[in-house]
């Protein structure tokens, strides 16, 4: 075994109280997530028996249930720091309970539940996976267990293996099939239950009751400790500006946690520019503004900070891409019979409306080319390909040119990505996920159906922190996928009214201008408290 | 202060016992870098005064000299770790020795010297920078004093400042312009002498004395770091290969050293491209065999490591570069004068010979328009600014079409080096620079001029270390720079007879099917002495 994972073997984890004795549910209020009320009645419908629950709290009690319980345990999508540990957590506490029977991992993701691949999970398998980062454990994977046949084929799987539960570790996506195959299993008469984990580095998954997910500490220290040293080499080499574009999907919580750690010259948070309607044009003003204001106190350089998703949340941007992707589709003999891209491109110009024109006309041939030649099966243009860092960069250049700007400008591009999404959890990840693991297992052996495992009070030590069991149907909505009505666990985006983004706002004009980069060099798993104890800023700013 | 640097500064760095007590200079052998010997009578005319020089050891001696001395520093080139120690090390070495008489930093890099900008560096100043990483205390640039008129500017700035010495710490061109400018003080008989300190993160800068620049463990840590996230996520996701190009221009010996750190399925060594003379397509056949043999035990990922140089060193892209800079140049109107960039492209393609315009013409679109549309002052493609990360896995894709393979094949091109050059030092870095600093205090107290200071035996512990001071025209050679014939410190390139590259071949078939990948989350600036005190691979197998 390396140095470094024989070091941190000593961790010890940390996890909730409440969860060292047996404990028994006392139900609480049905809860309901704000943003779901609306559709009550539909997911009524739609979820017939695992919907109206209530909100499951976890308090002491004499003894376990004498039974033994067969577990299935499965990683769902990208991965995220500390997912292992929710393995350890709901390992641990079902043996700490004494009602492990056998525990048996999916492999490769919901695949693994489609077509019963499977590993017993053993005692070594969880020591020796402990405290380490990735899902490599059982790998894991995309598909979606909705059509009727792989339903029934999950169904198949369940019964072959006599699981009384699985759980279900995933993100917003990942949680809705949760629902979805607890409500199916019970409407088969199956024993199996399904519990959900929330996990996503993007911070996505929040809610009232969700503060955060696990995976967001650890990918948001490795892309903060990134930008610091890249912070310090702007001051020493004083001739760049950075444009670093965060992964992190539609919402900016990476891109607004790295910011509140680092302090960059600017932050471009998407659900700001969406609610100011701000165009691409006008985004790329407020930066050459920032440029020629700095550029007069002697500042050549600076620290710009991207969210992967940005341009689908400008509304020049939403109607060009959706003219794009409807002529495309309409006359997608012709575009596909032009023998090469810059015909496509002319061709593709003459379909547009006016301003969809002009835009598209006026960006570099580069990302004319990603928008037109990547599209997903749906025909749906690709927006998440498109290099946002060098777009901005390349449109900043020209707009000063256009100014006959006397600022100077050069720029270096980055994406930081997937370095982020798989390093060894911080203390909190780490912590986190081994909590959610045994809340999993409390709420396993006390035969709840169609719920979350949540562990809330996160500002609290982890000693403090509250496990809860939230019903997955309280957090849905119905949106429009691919056309059809579908229910789901909304995206958390932003929200611009919250604590962490005023804060940003607060110190806008000051960290424009003035240098105030932090020192980062994380994340850090062994030294001080105050290094390796951190816990997300937009929980210590709740 | 924020929480790291409080905490980093409670480091203790170490340091050579030899430089904890005054010191006298027992000379040595005339030394003489093999490379250089070839040149031994041009190096002679061109420095006269400073050439011929002996080996400079430090041994014990009962005091200092009862002088002050009035120092100068400047950093040049791109940042790396350990700077700010080597300024702690000299000023903290003169304070020891009782001779500081005064200190002054140069701004912003060797334009600081030519236009007499300077700072004056107090105890403070040095405490609060020590073991900080970055140049930020005084900030880097690039200029050369190499014309009349910089020289007599650069003269005139140390004898107003008074200065006693000027200690330059660059990378092989500025170690060059450092002994240019201890030549041409010493013509003028100006007191002022100058002595040289090895940086770069290339560690593009090493013979027979200087074992390793500092900058380069810092460095190699940052990206072993990345990169080993990067290998927890391949195992995870198992869906694509990473090809990540890494830093270090020319040589790659970054890319060698991360290898060894992180073992890969594959590192590309343009050193061994070139002796091998293998072509670019060569290489992508190689890589596309890798692919097809992985596919076979069921791996479609995996994770290939490329040096930024790469293309320089094949055979038939240096013959492509050669003749489009060449073509470029003759037909410059023709050139300009072309409406759009297609129309560019097919130009230069009619100028070129027929093997280099079958390369050219079977680059991806946007490699072509790098080509030509990015040209240094001087007329020459710049090579560095490919994405060849990208081009090599746009070439995997094709052939594996081509061959109509079986095998998937999904990539992602990640590039690392900005965040490099700027993490707070590893104990191993802030150690050798603080060492380099204070071996510099004495060689300069000693009276040495057109000399580097150099510390060797850097297997040992810090304060086993032997501090050296080594002639720089020993390490001279002539090359035809700009078509002229220019004194330079030759570049070291990874060398294949070597132990360290040895070593990547032994394992290399092993590395290429298993899975070896090792955990890193380095660099460690707190935990257990075998994190926090490694040093680079390259010197544990020297």
Not at 17 to 46: C, H, Q, W, Y
Not at 159 to 173: C, N, P, R
Request: charged share 25%; net charge neutral; with cysteine.
């Amino acid at each position: 075994m390396d140095s470094f994972s024989l070091a941190r073997k000593k961790f010890e984890v940390r996890f909730p109280d409440t969860l060292k004795v047996p404990t028994r549910l006392s139900k609480g209020d049905t809860p309901e997530i704000v943003s779901a009320k609306n559709f009550r009645k539909d997911i009524k419908t739609l979820f017939p028996i695992t919907s109206g629950q209530s909100l499951s709290r976890l308090g002491e009690c004499e003894k376990s249930p004498s039974e033994k319980f067969r577990v299935g345990v499965v990683f769902s999508g990208g991965p995220a720091s500390g997912g292992h540990n929710v393995i350890a957590g709901l390992y641990e506490g079902l043996v700490a309970l004494d009602c492990l029977g056998e525990m048996v991992g999916f492999l490769n993701g919901p695949g693994g539940i489609i077509h019963n691949r499977t590993t017993v999970l053993s005692a070594t398998h969880v020591a020796d996976y402990k405290n380490t980062g990735g899902f490599d454990l059982l790998g894991s994977g995309r598909d979606k267990i909705e059509s009727d046949e792989h339903l029934k084929m999950a169904a198949n799987t369940v019964s072959k293996l006599e699981l009384d539960a699985l759980v279900v570790i995933g993100g917003d996506d990942s949680n809705t099939n949760a629902a979805v195959l607890a409500e199916y299993f019970a409407s088969k008469d199956l024993k199996n239950r399904v519990l959900g984990v929330p996990k996503t580095i993007d911070g996505d998954l929040q809610n009232e009751y969700v503060e955060m997910t696990f995976g967001f500490h650890t990918a948001t220290q490795v892309y903060a400790g990134q930008v610091s040293h890249i912070a310090r080499d702007i001051l020493s080499s004083r001739k760049y500006y950075h444009f670093v574009r965060l992964m992190g999907r539609a919402a900016s919580h990476i891109a607004q946690e790295v910011a509140l750690n680092i302090k960059p010259n600017k932050v471009l948070i998407s659900e700001e520019i969406y609610e100011n309607k701000s165009t691409l044009s006008q985004v790329v003003s407020d930066l050459v503004d920032l440029v020629e204001k700095r550029s007069k106190s002697g500042k050549e350089y600076g620290l710009v900070l991207i969210p992967e998703g940005i341009v689908e949340f400008m509304p020049d941007v939403q109607l060009l891409i959706a003219e794009l992707s409807d002529a495309m589709s309409k006359y997608s003999e012709e575009f596909e019979a032009a023998s090469e891209i810059t015909k496509k491109i002319s061709l593709v110009s003459t379909w547009l409306q006016a301003q969809s024109k002009e835009l598209f006309l006026d960006l570099p041939k580069s990302v004319q080319e990603q928008l037109i030649a990547d599209r997903d099966p749906h025909g749906n243009v690709q927006v998440s390909k498109i290099e946002t860092e060098k777009l901005l960069g390349w449109m900043v250049e020209t707009e000063l040119k256009e100014r006959k700007s006397a600022s100077k400008f050069n720029f270096q591009p980055h994406f930081f990505g997937y370095e982020g999404r798989c390093a060894p959890p911080t203390n909190f990840d780490a912590n986190y996920g081994y909590s959610l693991g045994r809340t999993a297992a409390h709420l396993l052996v006390q035969g709840c159906n169609g719920v979350m495992a949540v562990v809330a009070s996160l500002q609290n030590p982890p000693e403090k922190w509250q496990p809860l069991g939230v019903p997955l149907t309280s957090m849905m909505a119905l949106e429009k996928r691919h056309g059809k009505m579908k229910p789901v666990i909304k995206k958390a985006l932003v929200e611009t009214n919250r604590k962490a983004f005023q804060e940003l706002k607060r110190q806008e004009a000051v960290w424009a201008v003035e240098d105030h980069y932090t020192v980062f060099a994380g994340p850090h798993y062994f030294g001080p408290s105050e290094l390796v104890d951190l816990i997300p800023k937009i929980l210590e700013l709740r």
